[in-house]
Nanobody, 123 residues
Framework: QVQLVESGGGLVQAGGSLRLSCAAS????????MGWFRQAPGKDRDFVAS????????YYADSVKGRFTISRDNAKNTVYLQMNSLKPEDTAVYYC????????????????WGQGTQVTVSA
């Protein structure tokens, strides 16, 4: 059974930084695409960034390009999301997700989800 556990969320002032981690277990992830999504209160869950486990192909939502960086540590089975220059509109629950196959920005294609970690950015 695949398990994804996020950590690193918290409260930060606008302009600050946070690094989220997603520890994956229960499977060999060499053929998996990994993604970060976020969901603000009353809104849909939106794509943030994705990375392929082996080839490192990376994609970002336009709203976070230049501010967020996704990376992975294969030895630790962990995916990271470095978030800089945070804005109040980045406030959301951030979810890590995994899918068997290429990375995608479509949440419906992901097979496994973490429990989420809250990120709150104050003005």
């Amino acid at each position: 059974q695949v398990q994804l556990v996020e950590s690193g969320g918290g409260l930060v002032q606008a302009g600050g930084s946070l690094r989220l981690s997603c520890a994956a277990s229960g499977r060999t992830f060499s053929n998996y695409g990994m993604g970060w999504f976020r969901q603000a209160p009353g809104k849909d869950r939106d794509f943030v960034a994705s990375i392929s486990w082996i080839y490192g192909r990376i994609y970002y939502a336009d709203s976070v390009k230049g501010r967020f960086t996704i990376s992975r540590d294969n030895a630790k089975n962990t995916v990271y999301l470095q978030m800089n220059s945070l804005k109040p509109e980045d406030t959301a629950v951030y979810y890590c997700a995994a899918r068997r196959g290429p990375v995608s920005d479509a949440k419906a294609l992901y097979d496994y989800w973490g429990q989420g970690t809250q990120v709150t950015v104050s003005a």
